[in-house]
């Protein structure tokens, strides 16, 4: 199995920018989980799905901030406007049972 | 608030000593996991601990759950320079019983193995 692939890798963006976060999970799984890294916060929950309905989106920062996923094998994470604090490292993980499989990552940079 | 705390959140060693991880969380939670982490990737799973008194091992790593004591522990045997990485342990905020949920992370310990 190829494992959570998310897209872009890298993303360098300015400020007031529209932003999109990719990812598809591994086949199979039915949870979807979106986490944001920084240093300052760490790793932090933003949104999750279960059979692609969202369940609870409580850390979602702001209205800037919304996530959707169509089918059960593609999630997007898009920010827009983007602002220089969204900088992070956004993961995408998924899992069936107890585990939860993470992504790459997408490194994104707002100037 | 599901607050999870580390200890230590920076820790250096030598090759071939003993340590451990402890791992304190806030609110009552049967599933534990440890993640490990190396610079610029993502995170790997080490272990899940669900019930109380779990113990796992995995080669120098050994896991541990006490779910009375809202404690887990990461014990480290001989350590050697590969598991040099950063550690995180995370709970869920609230353990259905059936499903999944989201993750509370700690703040992750930062582990350097010397030679």
């Known amino acids: 199995d190829a494992g959570v692939i998310q897209s872009p890798r890298h993303e360098v963006t300015e400020m007031g920018q529209e932003v999109t976060l990719r990812c598809k999970p591994i086949s199979g799984h039915d949870y979807l989980f979106w986490y944001r890294q920084t240093m300052m916060r760490g790793l932090e929950l933003l949104i999750y799905f279960n059979n692609n309905v969202p369940i609870d989106d409580s850390g979602m920062p702001e209205d800037r901030f919304s996530a959707k996923m169509p089918n059960a094998s593609f999630s997007t994470l898009k920010i827009q406007p983007s602002e220089p604090r969204d900088s992070a490292v956004y993961f995408c993980?998924?899992?069936?049972?107890?585990?939860?499989?993470f992504g790459p990552g997408t490194r994104l940079t707002v100037l | 608030e599901l607050k999870v705390e580390q200890n230590p959140l920076f820790l250096s060693m030598q090759e071939g000593k003993n340590y451990t991880i402890y791992c304190n969380y806030s609110?009552?939670?049967?599933?534990l996991y440890w993640y490990r982490q190396d610079p610029g990737k993502s995170l790997e799973s080490l272990f899940v601990l669900l019930s109380n008194g779990a113990v796992k091992q995995e080669g120098r790593l050994m896991a541990s759950l006490d779910t009375k004591a809202r404690l887990s522990t990461l014990h480290i045997t001989a350590a050697v320079h590969d598991l040099s990485a950063t550690y995180f342990c995370a709970v869920d905020l609230m353990y259905s019983g059936g499903g999944a949920d989201g993750l509370t992370f700690g703040k992750g310990t930062h582990l350097i193995i010397q030679p």
């Open positions: 993980a998924s899992s069936i049972w107890n585990t939860q499989y």
């Open positions: 609110t009552t939670s049967d599933r």
